[in-house]
Each structure stands twice: as structure tokens, then as C-alpha cells.
């Protein structure tokens, strides 16, 4: 019996490239708050990244072809009074992204659709409802405007974005502060790190606790969990001697771990990101100037390791592109957008392969972004997994439709606040006021270009 002393992969060659420097984005001064997020969110239109900012939070979203020195005085999204903590985009619509921040509230923005022409302070909706910092905000991956946001007050909240009101509010779960939180495939579940050393696997809807492990790693510092595709939960932390740690678990059996392998003894919080076509999960650093990547499998070990992607500068942060923005005809398989202290660098990851052809192995039909069930329908009970699309011809966006949010109760609100009655026809000439103001700035800001084009066209003219 011969021992394949080599295990067959096709990710074992998977190597790491930083693009030039003329394709980076240069002189960003990136957030120095002392909070283990990855700073940095992408899709495939914008790049969006919080940075430093006077009296408030702020941070920048760039159109991805949008790279080189970054003027000092380009538009940033600045509505926070407190630094911004955490951003996500929207899944199902490459224009809306949320952000959460120091200032207790979750934002939620709608980005027009060539970036950002002037600063943007007015949200589409705040939701309020912690009452600390909010650190973590995540989109669910199938229910359309359904956003879960996590605090320093220890709770998780789900919002339906559409109305601007909270859903379902998990407060007695987490004793300490909340490291992470993940949506599993097609979120019906979601996993936890908590300060009391535990992983939670918890279905919100029923506001139950599924699952926990209490000290999955043994560390004091920081976790995180992710789900993967198979149901399995992915953890990474920190060892008594302060080894980083990565382990596998499975919910079903939280007493052991499938998987558990030491790293290192460096001191940064591992980030993980997951692609659930290929099943590699990415590690990265807070710190390190180092991306690691493994490949899970149902063979022991389970994780196995396949390369590291190294450089000389350390990472303050990490973006991650979904599958669809990828380039398929040069076996992309991955892209970070790697945060300096003062540049944002794209670092892509490839298989190398001879042929021209589209690979159909390396790109399995992934998630898109047409989202399968409404808000409405996931909070009654219904699940859905995520619609996929191919990548055989590549990615082409469609139409994003705007971000509407219909708050059922501001007007009873107003009327609470002002205590007296309105009655309908007052009700419907407030409505026809309302109409005429949006109209009017709509004027307004249709003649602002037209004077702005008359003006270029002026000083081009010899008088």
C-alpha cells in the first residue's frame, strides 16, 4: 500500500499578488479606534473604508476604479457623532451599506450610484436602540433589509430596515461583550463570541440557544466565530499561553472539537474570511503582515493548511470582495484590499491554470444578489438559501432599486411628542407639503449641475 505523502488539492498552488502602485489607493488616513473590526468593506462597485475624523466618525466609500492619491478633501459619509466602529454592505443592493458606531446608533446609507459627489451626512434611517457603542453590524444573506446589529450592552438586535424598527432584541444571552456574530448559509441561525469565553450557535427567531461551548479557546483575548457552509462552526482565539488558536466545531456536538490546530504566539486578533463555493477560509491578522489560508475538508485533519500570502508591511485592517466581483478569466479566486496606516492595497489570489478557458471548478455557481425571501416573510418562519448565479460570461450588475423605508408609526410618533390630534386633512396637506419640499430640492439640485456645467463650459471658452 503506497502513502499519498502529498495531499491532492486544487487550491495547494493558490499563490498571493499586490497589484501596482498606481492601482492602490493612496493617502487615506485610515481609523486608528481601538477596535478589532476589519475597517475596510467591498463589493463589486465601491470600496469603503473608515478613517480618521475630526468631532465624529466618518468613512469613505470609493469607486473601486476610483485608485491612486486620494484627494485630502474628497467626500467622506460623516452623519456619526462618534468614530465609526464597524460597516457592512448590503448583499442584495451594492448601493446601501450600514455602519455602526461609538455614538450608540446603526446607519444606514443609500451611496448614489458613480460615488459620492459631496459629503454625505443624512442617512436613509437610523435605528436606534443600544445603549453603548455598537461595534458589529451584519446583513442577513437572504431576507432583504433585514440588519443585526451587536453593542457593548452585550445585546444583539435585528432590524427590518424597511420600517426602521427592531425586530427581534436578544438581551439576557451574553453576559460580556460580543466579539463577533455570524449568520449561518441562509440565516436561520446565528453564532457568537462572547468576553465569557463561550461560542453560542442561537436561533434569533425563537430566542433560543441552540448550541454553546464554554472556553473554546482558553486565552483571555479576543474570538471569533464564523459559520461554514456545511453547518460547522469555525473559531478563532487565543490558547492559556497565548497561542493562536483556530478550531472546527460541530453544533451538534459542542463537547469536543472536530479540529483544533496552535499557530503562533502573536498578539493580533485572526480574522477569518470564508468563501463557502471553494471552502477556504482566509486568516488574517490584526498586525500581521500576513495572510494564511486553509481548505476544509471532511478528511482528518479537517483544516488543512495550504500557503501563506506574506509582505513587509503589517495590515490595520482587511476587505474581502464577495465571489461575483471577482475576475474569472484570470482565476481570481480571492481579492483583499489590505488597510495601511496611509494606503489601501488589493492583493489577489490566483490559481494558476494553462488554459484560457472559464475553470468551472474553481467557480461554482456562488450566492447573488437577488435575495429570496422579504423581511416580512423571514421574521413568520420562512428560510431560504441564498439564489445563485454564474460566472461563466463574468458578473454583470443589474439595476439596484432604492433603499424605501416606511415607518409605520412617525407620524403617531410626532403626534405623542406634540399631543394634540391631527386629523386626516391636516394629515393629507402635511403629505402634499412634504411632497412639494422633495420636489423642490430635487429642483434645486437639478440646476446646481446645470450651473455647474455651464460654468466648466465657460472656462473652457477663450473670451
Not at 351 to 365: C, G, I, N
Request: with cysteine.
Amino acid at each position: 500500500m503506497f502513502k499519498r505523502v502529498v495531499r491532492q488539492s486544487k487550491f495547494r498552488h493558490v499563490f498571493g499578488q499586490a497589484v501596482k502602485n498606481d492601482q492602490c489607493y493612496d493617502d487615506i488616513r485610515v481609523s486608528r479606534v481601538t477596535w478589532d473590526s476589519a475597517f475596510c468593506a467591498v463589493n463589486p462597485k465601491f470600496v469603503a473604508i473608515i478613517v480618521e475624523a475630526s468631532g465624529g466618525g466618518a468613512f469613505m466609500v470609493l469607486p473601486l476604479h476610483k485608485s491612486g492619491r486620494i484627494d485630502k478633501a474628497y467626500p467622506t459619509v460623516c452623519g456619526h457623532t462618534g468614530p465609526v466602529l464597524d460597516i457592512d454592505w448590503c448583499p442584495h443592493n451594492d448601493q446601501v451599506i450600514a455602519s455602526g458606531s461609538e455614538d450608540c446608533t446603526v446607519m444606514v446609507w443609500q451611496i448614489p450610484e458613480n460615488g459620492l459627489v459631496t459629503s454625505m451626512s443624512e442617512p436613509v434611517v437610523v435605528l436606534e436602540g443600544h445603549s453603548k457603542r455598537v461595534g458589529i453590524v451584519t446583513w442577513h444573506p437572504t431576507a432583504r433589509n433585514v440588519l443585526l446589529s451587536a453593542g457593548c450592552d452585550n445585546v444583539v438586535i435585528i432590524w427590518n430596515v424597511g420600517t426602521g424598527e427592531a425586530m427581534i432584541t436578544l438581551e439576557d444571552m451574553h453576559p460580556d461583550i460580543i466579539f463577533s456574530v455570524c449568520w449561518n448559509r441562509n440565516g436561520s441561525l446565528i453564532c457568537t463570541a462572547c468576553k465569557d469565553k463561550k461560542i453560542r450557535v442561537i436561533d434569533p427567531r425563537k430566542e433560543e440557544i441552540i448550541a454553546e461551548k464554554d472556553k473554546a479557546h482558553e486565552g483571555a483575548r479576543p474570538m471569533r466565530a464564523i459559520f461554514l457552509s456545511d453547518g460547522k462552526v469555525f473559531t478563532t482565539g487565543f490558547s492559556r499561553m497565548s497561542e493562536r488558536q483556530l478550531g472546527l466545531w460541530d453544533p451538534d456536538n459542542m463537547e469536543e472539537p472536530v479540529s483544533v490546530h496552535e499557530m503562533d504566539t502573536s498578539n493580533g486578533v485572526l480574522l477569518p474570511f470564508y468563501d463557502p463555493d471553494t471552502n477556504v477560509v482566509y486568516l488574517c491578522g490584526k498586525g500581521d503582515s500576513s495572510i494564511r489560508y486553509f481548505e476544509i475538508t471532511d478528511e482528518a485533519p479537517f483544516v488543512h493548511y495550504l500557503n501563506t500570502f506574506t509582505t513587509k508591511e503589517p495590515q490595520r485592517g482587511m476587505g474581502y470582495m464577495p465571489k461575483r466581483g471577482l475576475d474569472v478569466n484570470k482565476c481570481e479566486i480571492a481579492r483583499f484590499y489590505k488597510l495601511h496606516e496611509r494606503k489601501c492595497e488589493p492583493i489577489i489570489m490566483t490559481v494558476p491554470r494553462k488554459s484560457d478557458l472559464f475553470q468551472d471548478d474553481l467557480y461554482p455557481d456562488t450566492a447573488g444578489p437577488e435575495a429570496p425571501l422579504e423581511a416580512e416573510e423571514w421574521i413568520e418562519g420562512k428560510n431560504g438559501d441564498p439564489i445563485l448565479i454564474s460566472l461563466k460570461h463574468g458578473y454583470i450588475p443589474g439595476k439596484n432599486r432604492d433603499l424605501k423605508v416606511v415607518k409605520k408609526n412617525i407620524l403617531d410618533n410626532k403626534m405623542t411628542r406634540v399631543s394634540c390630534p391631527i386629523n386626516p386633512k391636516s394629515e393629507a396637506k402635511l403629505e402634499e407639503v412634504l411632497k412639494e419640499m422633495k420636489s423642490l430640492r430635487e429642483l434645486v439640485s437639478s440646476q446646481e449641475k446645470r450651473i455647474a456645467k455651464l460654468e466648466e463650459q465657460l472656462s473652457k471658452m477663450d473670451i
